[in-house]
């Protein structure tokens, strides 16, 4: 294997968004080597895939440099994903439906956590792999084949082949269509909980880390489960509403709650959509019905354009056929998919007020009164009224689910955890950024080699959270730039207007210099900072060409700038 | 004798009707589904051996209603305010005749109100629990018998029969409020239309159209039949002005009657209204028989958008009021038939009071009853399960918790109980509104808030985690934050209270907090 190959996957740092380790744009890279991106989204959020992205197109590299001798059976995809995975989440494509079913149903809950996971803690750690593992992953380098490559995000599937005889009516081009990754379950349990030291309080504390319960969220879990079931039962059609501040666990729940009911043996088909992760938001439709097609028989439809998904579903759900499941539809975000006219939505709360559709809608949403504010009328009467809000969790409910996840280990302070849940309590109330406070103090206390969290490391990670970009940019601003930044408050303060002409800043400047005992830069100089500044968006500078009359404003709050600035003479 | 007098006295009602679109909208498995609800004759032909007997009453009702109905001012309820006055329902013990039968199991589950108890459905009630079978006829489809809309139907149907007997065109406009049975109405009556005549059906909803072409391909989709699929899916990409000139083809020179239901025509409405004139000019073509049936919510379309239709034929225009009080009693009686003694008189009184109040939409009052049923079988439920049906079961309560849940504000209706950096800011807000200040921007906001919790020996967040808790606050449906664009600086956001200073104190909770950050800013 490639030296080159092998430096670059041990680098730990990462690369920053949708670029590769060299830089460039991830998608011009991919079309340098004249591979198209299986689908749209990944171009949109490369950022989301972190690591993987790194990996994959460090893999196109490379993959020219390794010589034929080396292919094996294994087809590129497992090959890049089996980096990533555990083995014993690993599943074959010869299996049985059911357990295909099964597999998929977790992948759709944790697939995306998955995505978070590497995003959210780019700890040093994860990044490094185990000599191990590296060596599994990397030794068998698949043939560089670009068409395999596009296959990169699926799992190998066993109706590849129906899905190539699909082909030539694939030239009908329509939109294309945003798919679901079929990415392998990735599934960190709560497995080691005998383990009680720091580092696996760690990687417990993971807040894609699926916990098998939900402390403090029995009562909406009953009753979303309770609402599922019995409309599943009485075969009748209803849609709910939830709504919630971000991290109260909505998602969660409703996923706990379908995970409960395949246990208890009730069958139906879960579809679930996000309307963040659509491009556009009539794509929800070819996202529902691509997932029903999929989930049920070999018929694979790759690509179907919204509207004539759109059609196709609402036909499926204005005729009656006892043969097909009842449907759940867990539409996430749904506020994205409020479009001027608001039609889709109408179309799918429609479809919960036909007695033939036999589906039960659950919408998800941050506002707590969508529907009241923005939804109209004729959608929101089909809506109907069942409500249920996720209220921000209190701090009590917070540090019991805290302990819940540490497994009450003697690494952590008790104090400690009630600092955290008694801050994020009085703040937002979102058990995300709990965990994130905990976690990335359990980093700082690791790097600075304690294995017990203290007090003193979550105040500090604390401080760090609450830090801004910008205020740290000032701070590291140079002298002159922070003579010109204070030279623009001056003047602020004195006219009042915000925005002034350069050659009153540089007035002002020349004031500071003397006063600062600085020899002041030269006006050109000192326009070239401001510009400099301008392109951070510190400084806005009105369009214009004449150095003298140009406007400047701050980019920022005065209070904001004279805080940095504050800071950063102390 | 009246119009649906006929219907009544051929038996054509309740469960074979039922049965009868059954069969109709039921595809085999392996079929694909005909998107045409055209009649298909051959469906019809074992109607004719069922024997019902009717009610010697509801004759009377209705021919009592139509006769109202005569003079369309007065306002006319439904005849069936009691729970006995089950007019057109089939006598329960005479079970309809074998065939009918044979049809049941496959129908067994999904039996609804009106099907004959028969002996089959006796044993089945013992499994299925009251809840079940209420919630069933609780749920939002098309019923078998609309309540409550006798004087529209007949109007309807009348109309359309008499347009189709002298083989005329026809257009029709029925306005009314959402969940006021608009729909339902329509199909309700093409179902009785369709056992007199035979006439081509497509149903539209406009809703789902983007483009002026995609309406013309949806209606001549709508009206095809299995047959003719292959042509549509010709003329899918074919432009506008062809597909138009189809569709005015296939109006103009038709030997049969045609009915075009376009819902949600509001969405037809463009810059110039092209679309919309030209539909209601299909109805105008020579020798057209086509008869249109538009449905939207606001009551003037016709006029507002439409002026030259005046000039030549204006639509029909059939109005539909939101539903009274005792019309929502009547709907949410006959559906909760089976399940009587789940949801007594009073409770149900109560639901129909306050639906009507506000806004009669029916939807709400069948969605308060299901959400009522849900909390009494939550009840049983955590009962243990043990009493069976013989718990006693007062439903009004529950129906008036669901109705304080459903109607009380946002706020109460969630509980939510802020954390406190919130309330501050909540508070600081209210603060500055009492001080005149209508519409602080950010930062004049974050100042009152620093001092507030400098009085209040809070430590503040810094004023991005509180513009973020803005935001949050916004999601409560408490506050406003208006979003600068990208040119404007971060520091124009301003943000308003979007309820009134109540509301905001209730939110509160805390009127020592308020006092004390009102202190400091005042």
Same mark, same amino acid.
């Given at each position: 294997m490639s030296p080159g190959l092998a430096r670059r996957a041990n680098r730990a740092g990462r690369p920053p968004?949708? =670029?590769?380790?060299?830089? %460039?744009?991830i998608t011009r890279l991919f079309r340098r080597n004249e591979v198209v991106l299986a689908d749209k989204r990944s171009m949109h959020?490369?950022?989301?895939?972190g690591n993987d992205e790194e990996v994959l197109c460090q893999d196109l590299f490379t993959l020219q440099l @390794?010589?034929?001798?080396? /292919?094996?059976?294994?087809t590129p995809s497992s090959n890049l994903r089996s980096r990533n995975r555990?083995?014993? +989440?690993?599943?074959?494509?010869?299996?049985?439906d059911d357990r295909r079913l099964d597999c998929r149903k977790t992948k759709k809950t944790n697939g995306d956590d998955s995505v978070n996971n590497e995003n959210i803690a780019p700890t040093p750690k994860s990044c490094k792999k185990s000599p191990k593992r590296r060596a599994k992953a990397l030794s068998p380098i698949p043939p560089p084949t670009p068409t395999r490559i596009i296959d990169v995000r699926r799992t190998p599937r066993s109706a590849t082949e129906s899905r190539k005889s699909v082909g030539p009516k694939k030239?009908?081009?329509?939109p294309a269509t945003p798919r679901v =990754?079929? =990415?392998?379950?990735k599934k960190v349990l709560?497995?080691? @909980?005998?383990?009680?030291s720091l580092e696996a309080v760690r990687r417990r504390l993971? +807040?894609?880390? #699926?916990?098998?319960r939900m402390p403090c969220r029995d009562e909406e879990f009953n009753f979303v489960r309770f609402f599922v079931s019995s409309t599943l039962e009485s075969e009748s059609s209803r849609s709910l509403y939830i709504s919630g501040i971000p991290g109260t666990g909505k998602t969660a729940t409703v996923h706990q709650v379908i995970r409960h009911l395949r246990n208890a043996g009730i069958e139906f088909r879960f579809v679930e959509v996000n309307g963040m992760r659509l491009?556009?938001?009539?794509?929800v439709f070819s996202e529902i019905y691509r997932q029903l097609i999929d989930d049920g028989d070999?018929?694979? #439809?790759?690509r179907i354009s919204a509207s004539v998904a759109r059609r196709k579903l609402n036909h499926m759900f204005q005729t009656e056929d006892p043969e097909r499941l009842p449907i759940v539809l867990l539409v996430d975000? /749904?506020?994205?998919?409020?479009? =001027?006219?608001q039609e889709i939505l109408y179309d799918i709360f429609n479809w919960a007020t /036909? +007695?033939?559709? %036999?589906l039960v809608v659950l919408a998800i949403a941050n506002t707590l009164d969508l529907p009241e504010r923005i939804l109209t009328h004729r959608v929101s009467s089909r809506l109907g009224m069942s409500r249920q809000c996720f209220r921000p969790y209190s701090f009590q409910q917070i540090e019991s689910i805290l302990h819940d996840r540490l497994a009450n280990?003697?690494? @952590?302070?008790n104090d400690a955890v009630e600092f955290v849940s008694r801050k994020v309590a009085a703040v937002t109330g979102d058990l995300r950024t709990a965990l994130d406070i905990v976690r990335r103090s359990i980093e700082m206390a690791l790097d600075t080699g304690k294995d017990v969290l203290t007090l003193k490391h979550v105040q500090s990670a604390v401080k760090e959270l609450a830090s801004r970009a910008p205020v740290e940019m000032i701070k590291s601003c140079s002298t002159q730039s922070k003579l010109l930044l204070r030279a623009i408050i001056a003047e602020y303060e004195r006219t009042g207007h915000d925005e002034m002409p350069f050659a009153a800043v540089i007035g002002r400047y020349k004031e500071l210099c003397a006063i600062d005992n600085v020899r002041p830069l030269p006006t050109s100089g000192a326009y070239d900072c401001c510009m400099r500044l301008a392109s951070s968006r510190l400084l806005v500078a009105a369009p214009g060409k004449c150095c003298w009359t140009r406007k400047f404003r701050l980019g920022l709050p005065v209070e904001d700038v004279n805080f940095a600035l504050f800071h950063a003479t102390q | 004798m009246t119009f649906i007098e006929n219907f009544e006295a051929t038996g054509l009602v309740g469960d074979d009707v039922k049965a009868l679109r059954r069969r109709k909208m039921s595809? *085999?498995?392996?079929e694909t589904p005909s998107r045409s609800l055209r009649p298909r004759?051959?469906?019809?032909?074992?109607?004719?051996t069922l024997n019902f007997t009717v009610k010697k009453r509801s004759n009377a009702i209705t021919s009592k209603a139509v006769n109202e109905d005569k003079c369309p001012m007065t306002c006319v309820r439904s005849?069936?305010?009691?729970?006995?006055?089950?007019?057109? &329902?089939?006598?329960?013990? !005479?079970a309809p005749c074998g065939r009918t039968k044979e049809r049941q199991p496959a129908l067994k589950s999904r039996q609804?109100?009106?099907?004959?108890?028969?002996a089959e459905q006796d044993s089945e009630k013992s499994k299925e629990t009251v809840e079940l079978r209420a919630k069933r006829s609780l749920g939002m489809g098309l019923p078998d018998q609309l309540v409550g809309r006798d004087r529209e139907i007949t109007l309807l149907t009348e109309s359309v029969d008499a347009l189709m007997r002298d083989e005329a065109p026809g257009t029709f406009y029925l306005a009314g409020q959402?969940? *006021?049975?608009k729909t339902a109405t329509v199909r309700h009556s093409i179902r009785l239309l369709k056992k007199k005549h035979k006439f081509d059906y497509g149903f539209v909803n406009?809703? $789902?159209? &983007? !483009?002026?072409?995609d309406i013309y391909r949806l209606v001549l989709e709508s009206l095809m039949g299995d047959d003719e699929k292959v042509e549509v899916a010709r003329t899918r990409l074919a432009p506008a002005d062809q597909l138009a000139d189809t569709v005015r083809q296939r109006f103009s020179d038709s030997k049969r009657s045609t009915v075009l239901v376009l819902d949600?025509?509001?969405?037809?409405?463009? &810059?110039?209204h092209q679309v919309l004139y030209m539909a209601f000019g299909w109805a105008a073509l020579k020798s057209s028989r086509l008869i249109l049936i538009g449905i939207a919510n606001s009551l003037d379309l016709t006029e507002r958008?439409?002026?030259?239709?005046k000039l030549a034929d204006p639509p029909r225009l059939i109005q539909f009021r939101p539903y009274s009080k005792d019309d929502v009693i009547a709907i949410l009686r006959h559906r909760l038939f089976e399940a009587d003694?789940?949801?007594?008189n009073a409770a149900v009184e109560l639901c129909a009071r306050k639906v009507s109040a506000l806004t009669g939409d029916i939807r709400k009052a069948l969605d308060i009853c299901q959400m009522a049923i849900d909390k009494i079988q939550r009840r049983k439920d955590s009962n243990?399960?043990?009493?069976?049906?013989?718990?006693?079961?007062?439903g009004f309560k529950d129906v008036l918790d669901t109705v304080k849940d459903v109607y009380g504000s946002v706020m109460t209706r969630a509980s939510v109980t802020l954390p406190l950096q919130q309330k501050l800011l909540l508070a600081s807000c209210l603060a500055l509104y009492r001080t005149g200040v209508k519409s602080p921007t950010l930062v004049q906001l974050y100042r009152a808030y620093k001092k507030a919790c400098d009085a209040l020996h809070v430590p503040p967040v810094q004023d991005h985690e509180a513009a973020s808790n803005c935001q949050l606050l916004e999601a409560c449906g408490l506050l406003l934050v208006s979003k600068p664009t &990208?040119?404007? $600086? !971060?520091?124009?956001a301003t943000v308003q209270l979007l309820v009134d200073e109540r509301s905001v104190m209730n939110a509160l909770n805390d009127n020592t907090l308020f006092a004390s950050v009102l202190s400091t800013v005042g």
């Open positions: 968004c949708g =670029r590769s380790p060299c830089g %460039r744009p959020c490369a950022s989301c895939y @390794v010589p034929q001798q080396k /292919m094996n059976s294994q555990k083995p014993a +989440s690993n599943s074959s494509p010869s299996e049985s030239t009908a081009k329509s =990754r079929k =990415r392998e379950a709560l497995e080691d @909980v005998d383990d009680d993971h +807040s894609s880390a #699926v916990p098998d491009t556009e938001p009539a794509q070999d018929q694979v #439809v790759t975000e /749904m506020d994205l998919l409020c479009t =001027r006219r /036909m +007695s033939e559709s %036999r280990s003697a690494a @952590v302070e | 595809p *085999t498995p392996k004759i051959k469906a019809k032909s074992p109607q004719k005849p069936l305010k009691s729970p006995n006055a089950v007019a057109f &329902r089939p006598v329960p013990d !005479t609804r109100l009106f099907a004959s108890p028969s959402p969940g *006021t049975g406009c809703m $789902s159209i &983007r !483009t002026p072409a949600e025509m509001d969405q037809l409405a463009s &810059r110039n958008l439409l002026p030259k239709l003694n789940l949801l007594d243990g399960g043990g009493g069976g049906e013989s718990v006693p079961v007062a &990208r040119k404007q $600086s !971060t520091s124009i």
